[in-house]
């Protein structure tokens, strides 16, 4: 069974400060790992990785992929209040479109 | 415009009774998805539709049962409601062979 664990649970900083959220993952014939961020509702998608060793950036976010050590992470610089939000990673394995969801890292960015 | 959308918002219903949840995308996509987000935040695959074929069904009660009318719709029957229904209901659609899927705002299933 594919398993994305992800960490912390959550995280309190101060806005300004640097955050980097794990995820690491088991998965048969991995295909791709994407990061949401999930504010209030729906997830909204940041990221996805499929090559190690490839920061994709957007703006302050980044994030690379592992697939040796089958993890990624995705930093926040300069964080900011309306970075506050659930991220979430997922992975595509085997079963094709499907993704596995880790259970999230509740940020919170404190003024 | 609204890629992938849901109605209701928010479904506040009691025990035994049947509810559906619709959802719609206008994003040309062919597969559509079901999600149940528990209150932990995990989101869990329930349904997959492509091209009005069920291609995967997680081990879900059978008082589930995804209703597809047509590629843009995939719509969520449920029968016969319990408490442990309770819950953030999202449709996702994405387009066959590309990973990236699309969320709706979710629907707030609430059981009393």
């Known amino acids: 069974e594919d398993k994305v664990v992800q960490s912390p649970l959550s995280l309190v900083v101060h806005e300004g400060d640097t955050v980097t959220l794990n995820c690491s993952y088991e998965?048969?014939?991995?295909?791709?790992l994407l990061w949401y961020k999930q504010e209030k509702k729906a997830p909204t998608f940041l990221f996805m990785l499929?090559?190690?060793?490839i920061e994709k950036k957007s703006g302050r976010l980044s994030s690379i992929l592992d697939k040796k050590e089958l993890f990624s992470i995705l930093n926040i610089t300069a964080t900011q209040t309306g970075d506050s939000a659930i991220y979430l990673c997922a992975v595509e394995g085997n079963a094709g479109n499907m993704l596995t969801f880790g259970g999230g890292t509740r940020l919170m960015v404190k003024p | 415009d609204t890629a992938v959308s849901q109605t209701p918002k928010y479904l506040v219903t009691q025990m035994g009774n049947d509810k559906s949840i619709k959802c719609e995308q206008n994003?040309?996509?062919?597969?559509m998805y079901w999600y149940k987000q528990d209150s932990k935040k995990f989101l869990k695959i329930m349904f997959s539709?492509?091209?009005?074929?069920?291609?995967i069904n997680e081990t879900v009660p059978n008082r589930f049962s995804p209703k597809s009318p047509d590629k843009a719709h995939l719509n969520l029957h449920i029968n016969s409601l319990e408490l442990g229904d309770s819950a953030v209901y999202f449709c996702a659609s994405s387009l066959r062979g590309e990973f990236e899927q699309y969320f709706g705002p979710g629907t707030r299933l609430t059981v009393t």
């Open positions: 994003l040309g996509h062919d597969t």
């Open positions: 998965v048969t014939n991995f295909r791709s």
């Open positions: 499929t090559s190690s060793g």
């Open positions: 539709y492509n091209n009005k074929e069920l291609i």
